[in-house]
């Protein structure tokens, strides 16, 4: 829809323009297109690193955010499983975020790696100890290294205990 449509007016040096003109031609579109190419592939790779945009939750469930103490046993590629504190940010009835303190730059990049964890935490408002195994979705590294995953093996036991922890503290 021409509707939708902005206009963005920059200016630029005439060695970058030069260069933008070369690598547009390559690619066989005008420079306008290229740039919006390469504006769009930019902001589609940062909303999917950013969990919210324009302050909208991005999630399927609505999520409780929760400050809970928690041990998560992660699954590196190179199969070996190393258990962290944590703690758990964020609880949905799809899934947790975690975040891990003070993590060394080598950790982090295997952190980075691993494509699934499990998390161990008692829920102080029931006193009942509960285990997740999640499939990571999306990590973000700033200060800490924080992680969000999805349930793995959502099964309806599974979603009655979630569902009674989320009460707990909704509650």
């Known amino acids: 829809m021409m509707s ?5 007016c920059f200016d630029m040096n005439r060695e970058s323009f030069q260069a933008l003109k070369r690598m547009a031609r390559e690619e066989g579109v005008d420079c306008s297109q290229y740039v919006s190419q390469m504006v769009e592939g930019c902001l589609k790779d940062f909303v ?18 929760v400050s809970i103490p928690a041990i998560s046993c992660v699954k590196f590629s190179d199969r070996e499983m190393r258990s962290y504190p944590v703690v758990v940010d964020d609880i949905s009835r799809g899934g947790l975020r975690i975040s891990f303190r003070d993590v060394s730059p080598e950790i ?14 008692t829920v102080p408002e029931l006193s009942q100890t509960v285990s997740f195994y999640c499939k990571r979705l999306r990590y973000k590294v700033d200060r800490d290294m924080t992680m969000v995953g999805v349930f793995e093996g959502n099964n309806s036991e599974m979603a009655s205990m979630v569902d009674a922890m989320l009460q707990s503290y909704i509650a």
């Open 4 to 8: 939708d449509l902005v206009k963005v």
């Open 48 to 65: 999917s690193r950013d969990w919210t945009l324009n302050g909208k939750d991005r999630r399927r469930h609505p999520r409780v955010d």
């Open 108 to 121: 982090g990049e295997k952190l980075a790696d691993s494509l699934y964890f499990e998390v161990f935490f």
